[in-house]
């Protein structure tokens, strides 16, 4: 009998426990314009001449309906970044992100407040791009995309100029596009490569050439404050960062933890293995501690998913993805392994809110996605992801050393 009823009582209870696992609900939504086509296309077809963009009938998404959504950015404790700004029609969201990140770093370390150049970064990381193609005889990744961590490579090379200065809108466009100028270089590679013809200084003046129209020309110089600064010196004697002073936080089981890798994506271009790979415990614990104490972050990962809904602009994984208590690193890595987790957007997380025990963070977002509420908003321009899908999708980030002190003494 008393076999008998403990079996009884095993059934009850495990019945009782799975009646209380949240069961999320998923639902197809019509494909609506927002931002995108109704702000950033109206300006890009007045000097491009792109194609309508495909319209799709439905889309699958999680029901959020029923939670109680912290999509308010006054709920969050967060730090000072310059405001809100759009890529474009650009693919340059590792600039635009890490750029709003070093500003952060600017008044965190100085309280100067300097709206810096994305676009400046853009123009020389072309130019590098370039170079390498030509030199590997074409056989390197050119394309629009890169990661975060080249923000601070071409700093070193090239400085950095602020945004007033140089901000590569030209003929009166209001939002960034560059997909003809992008197609322009492409084809002016593919032919170099197509006639064997590797001259590296004719490559570089002609990409060069090719932006210069499209973006305008960098300066060599510049007034800032009464003074002339070279953008170098701009870099050192104003903003006083040091490149040296910042790392890149990695989590992939594929790569050998507590050793630096490489980042294994074709936007990794050059093919950097300065990367921390860390366990998955640990990259969410660093992520935890750092914001509390101040730190901002360039993150990147997957912003593609059902759980991530532009309506409310939370991301979360819905249970019939993964429930929660099943995602670790074995969950993390199939999901990039198998190409559904890539590094397809680069975002600046600065702040953090503890809802009920749990984690969410604030992301300040570049691209049209975040900006399909009303513009007059607060939140126009921000995100709100759950610790959940920070510890699922958001595949590395670039902070401060300082940071994590401790964690670097573990290499």
Known sequence: MKTLFSIVLALVLSGSLYAQVQHDKSVFKEY?????????????????????????????????????????????????????????NAGTCWSFSTTSFYESEIFRITGQKIKLSDIYTVYWEYVEKARRFVEKRGDSNFDEGSEGNA?????????????????????????????????EMNTFLQNVKKENSWNMEYALNTIKDIMNHYIGEP?????????????????????????????????????????????????????????????????????KKAIRDGYTMSIGGDVSEAGFLRTTNCAMVPTFDIPSEYIDENARQFRFSNK????????????????????????????????????????????????????????????????VIDILKKF
């Open 32 to 88: 609506e314009p927002g931002y995108y086509q109704n702000s950033i296309l109206k300006d890009v077809r007045n000097f491009d001449n792109l194609q309508k963009e495909k319209k799709m009938d439905k889309r699958f998404f999680m029901d959020q309906s029923n939670y109680d959504l912290p999509d308010k950015i006054d709920l969050y404790k967060q730090y000072w970044h310059e405001p809100t700004i759009s890529q474009g």
């Open 151 to 183: 923000v601070a490579r071409i700093y070193k090379e090239y400085g950095i100029v602020p945004w007033d200065v140089y901000n590569g809108l030209v003929e009166g466009r209001k939002f960034h596009s560059h997909a003809t100028m992008f197609k």
């Open 219 to 287: 300066p060599a110089s510049f007034e800032y404050k009464g003074k002339t600064y070279t953008p170098k010196e701009f870099l050192t004697d104003v903003t006083k960062l040091d490149m040296d002073d910042y790392v890149e936080i990695l989590s992939l089981l594929q790569e050998p933890y507590w050793e630096q890798v490489e980042y294994k994506v074709p936007d990794n271009w050059w093919h950097s293995k300065d990367y921390y790979n860390v366990p998955l415990d640990d990259f969410m614990a660093i992520i």
């Open 340 to 403: 559904t987790s890539t590094d397809d957007h680069g975002m600046h997380l600065i702040g953090w809110l503890d809802k009920d025990g749990t984690d969410w963070y604030l992301i300040k977002d570049s691209s049209s996605g975040s900006r399909n509420n009303d513009e007059n908003a607060p939140e126009f321009g921000y995100y709100f992801f759950h610790e959940d899908y920070v510890k699922l999708k958001m595949l590395g980030f670039t902070i401060h050393k300082d940071a």
